[in-house]
């Protein structure tokens, strides 16, 4: 079964910057996606970025785009996500996770139902980040 570590969570200020890593113990053939998904406590589950790896294209919540970055590094099984202009809103346990083939990136805009939350495959125990002054 597919590993999942994430690291690189923290307190950062508004406005700051922060990467998560995510190391995945195996890339096996069939792992076409991985991304990332982000739980606050009294919120619904947010999709936050995934990246397809067939064909490297990569998807952004609305809340997130063009501030965060998602990225891979096949070589060391990780993936990345490069967190910019941070705010308040932000802040929640970030967890690194591999949907299934079938519902593949589609996790990022329906994360909140629980039918995209159980077609994960696997996700990291999550990486808190914290977003204040």
């Known amino acids: 079964q597919l590993q999942l570590v994430e690291s690189g969570g923290g307190l950062v200020q508004p406005g700051g910057s922060l990467r998560l890593s995510c190391a995945a113990s195996k890339f096996t053939k069939n792992y076409g996606y991985i991304g990332w998904f982000r739980q606050v406590p009294g919120r619904d589950r947010e999709g936050v970025s995934c990246i397809s790896r067939s064909d490297d294209k990569r998807y952004y919540g609305d809340s997130v785009k063009g501030r965060f970055t998602i990225s891979t590094d096949n070589t060391k099984n990780t993936v990345y996500l490069e967190m910019d202009s941070l705010n308040s809103d932000d802040t929640g346990v970030y967890f690194c996770?591999?949907?299934?083939?079938?519902?593949?990136?589609?996790?990022?805009?329906?994360?909140?139902?629980?039918?995209?939350?159980?077609?994960?495959?696997?996700w990291g125990k999550g990486a808190l980040v914290i977003v204040s002054s």
């Open positions: 996770a591999v949907p299934s083939n079938l519902i593949g990136c589609e996790f990022v805009r329906h994360m909140a139902t629980d039918e995209y939350y159980y077609g994960l495959e696997s």
